[in-house]
């Protein structure tokens, strides 16, 4: 776990309930983001793959999209609060407690890795960890997603969740596409698309992803 660690894993703990019951499935999610989406699970197919791990899998509402649409996922999450709620309501799916930056898997071990918004948090220190960790279970050929809020710099996410009576920090480090793109180029990943698109809704920041591959 990297420094970052013990604060998301407090914030997350506490909000799992919350979490669980306001974001029960991908409806929140633009119909582009689940494009890129869908289009990271065709490439995954299309290279013979099947098995993918959703990395921050949190309360399992993202695999649970995964698995439906037929693949074998794993998800990892620092937070037990959120795991537990994603044994509770995907009790089906196999989930692990287990840091982005110290995966419990052996090398190439997936077809496609999973990080929607689950890098959000990690400082620049930590994210060329993540990334390597990403690298080092996707198979070669395997592709890679993120999603993220666009940003520069920490943001003080816990005053929202402290105004609903969650006595908890949390940070989310906010960075551009360049910064991300150029964290997967270091870690060896090749470009395969991205896509920043404007805020909706209740959304305050733009919202981008980046889809990868480990080179075959
Ligand atoms: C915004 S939530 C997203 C959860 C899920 N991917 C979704 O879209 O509903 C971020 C998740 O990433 C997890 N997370 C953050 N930093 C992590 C780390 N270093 N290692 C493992 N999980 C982490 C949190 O515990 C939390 O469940």
């Known amino acids: 776990m990297g ?91 196999d989930v692990r407690e287990g840091s982005l930056t110290d995966l419990p898997f052996e090398d190439a071990a997936f077809d496609g890795v999973l990080l929607w918004y689950s890098l959000i948090h990690l400082t620049a220190d930590e994210l060329p960890g993540a990334l390597d960790e990403a690298f080092r279970v996707v198979r070669p050929g395997g592709a890679v997603l993120t999603g993220f809020q666009v940003g520069d710099g920490p943001s003080d996410v816990g005053a ?34 991205r896509l920043v698109r404007r805020a909706v809704g209740r959304e305050q920041e733009p919202q981008a992803f980046v889809l990868a591959r480990r080179p075959a």
């Open 3 to 93: 420094d970052s660690g013990p604060e998301v894993r407090a914030a997350y703990d506490a909000m799992a309930q919350d979490y669980a019951a306001t974001f029960p499935t991908t409806e929140p999610e633009a119909a582009v983001d689940l494009a890129m989406l869908d289009h990271f699970l065709r490439l995954v197919r299309e290279a013979g793959g099947a098995h993918v791990l959703d990395a921050g899998c949190g309360t399992g509402r993202m695999a649970r999209y995964v698995a439906d649409r037929g693949f074998a996922v794993s998800g990892v999450d620092l937070s037990p609060g959120m795991l537990a709620m994603a044994r509770r309501d995907h009790p089906d799916l």
């Open 160 to 193: 929202r969740l402290r105004e609903r009576g969650h006595d908890v920090v949390l940070v989310r480090h906010e960075r551009g596409i360049k910064a991300m793109l150029d964290a997967f180029a270091a870690a060896g990943f090749v470009k395969e698309a």
